[in-house]
Structure formats: structure tokens, C-alpha cells
């Protein structure tokens, strides 16, 4: 576990990182620039990363670890608990708006889609929704690219606007399309 110091130390590290992406490319971005805006000692970083680009490989992690943590859900959870973990992840979303941002808008990382649509948390959620329609295998898998492919252009749409509906709003409208379109036949 991670004492308040390191904890700071990071954040503060994650933060500059996120300010340079906003100007220009990962590969652009010298440990001494990150140290510098952060303010905190070469020494330090270098405690606790390897590279900028371990750095950034950490704050994308990050992301997919609370992915996982709100989308681990099971076949008779209560559906206000889901509705609760998908809020939960929205608001992680707009408290790291800009990192993920970052991650949807730039080719920071041109793998970032790929990596986000095929998480395995996401598909198991997909497919056990999915599964318990009477889709062939053909159309499972469309209706799958369609759902992920449209979530991921909301979540898309959502980060980039300057008045966004609330989370709790967002849940409610992409939950009630899924139900639309996923209830069992």
C-alpha cells in the first residue's frame, strides 16, 4: 500500500504528464519537463518510474482498473447496483476528463480503442447481456460491435462537451438503450 507521500508524488507526476499531452506528443515530453512542472526531484521519478512512457502506461492502467472494478458484474446483481457502478465509472470519467480525453481524441496511444474495446470486463458484460437474447452468432457479434463501438462514441461525444448531461443522467440513457436492445426476446 502506497503512503500519502507517494501518493502525492504520483498525482503530481500524472498531472504534469497530462499538461504536456495537451502540447504535444509522449514522445516529445523529456523526464526533466515532467520533473520540472511537477517539482519534483529526477531522483524521485525515477524511484518510481522508468520513462514517461512507464508513466503513462501506469495513468492508462489506472483507467482500466476501475473499468474492471465497475463492470464485474454478476447474473443477479440488483440493477440499481449496476446502474450505480456505471455512474461510478462516468464520474471517474469526468474527474480524469482530460487524460481520457487525451486518450480518445489523440493518438497518444493508437492502440487505446483496440485495448478499451477488447478489455475483458467489457466483453464478458457485453456477451452475458447479449447471451441471453436469441442472436445467432452472426448477429451476437454485431449487436456487439454495435454497442461498444456507439458506447465508446457517447463516452467520446460526453468528455468533449463543455455542458455534459450528469453522469447519473448518461447512465440513464445509455442503460436504457441497452435494455432496448437487449432484453431478452
Known amino acids: 500500500m502506497e503512503n500519502q507521500r ?8 500524472k498531472g504534469a504528464l497530462t499538461d504536456l499531452l495537451k502540447e504535444k506528443d509522449l514522445v516529445k ?3 526533466r519537463e515532467l520533473c520540472d512542472i511537477a517539482q519534483i526531484n529526477r531522483t524521485t521519478f525515477y524511484k518510481y518510474y522508468g520513462s514517461q512512457f512507464d508513466l503513462f502506461s501506469e495513468m492508462e492502467e489506472d483507467l ?3 473499468i474492471e ?39 497518444t496511444d493508437n492502440n487505446f480503442p ?5 478489455f475483458h470486463p467489457i466483453k464478458d458484460y457485453l456477451n452475458y447481456l ?13 449487436v456487439y460491435d454495435f454497442i461498444v ?11 468533449n462537451k463543455e455542458e455534459r448531461e450528469s453522469p447519473e443522467d448518461l447512465a440513464d ?7 432496448k436492445h437487449l432484453s431478452p426476446a
Not at 483496440?114 to 477488447?118: F, G, S, V
Not at 447479449?130 to 454485431?142: F, L
Not at 463501438?149 to 468528455?159: K, M, N, S, T, V
Request: with cysteine; proline share 1%; glycine share 4%.
Open 6 to 13: 507517494v501518493r502525492l508524488t504520483k498525482s503530481l507526476l
Open 29 to 31: 515530453i523529456s523526464v
Open 64 to 66: 482500466f482498473i476501475e
Open 69 to 107: 472494478k465497475n463492470l464485474v458484474v454478476s447474473a443477479n446483481m440488483d440493477p440499481g447496483i449496476i446502474r450505480q457502478r456505471f455512474i461510478n465509472l462516468l464520474i471517474y470519467f469526468q474527474n480524469n476528463r482530460e487524460f481520457c480525453q487525451i486518450l480518445i481524441n489523440t493518438n
Open 114 to 118: 483496440e485495448k478499451l474495446l477488447n
Open 130 to 142: 447479449i447471451a441471453s437474447n436469441r442472436y445467432t452468432e452472426s448477429q451476437a457479434s454485431y
Open 149 to 159: 463501438h456507439g458506447g465508446y462514441q457517447i463516452a467520446r461525444d460526453w468528455l
Open 173 to 179: 440513457f445509455i442503460m436504457s438503450l441497452a435494455n
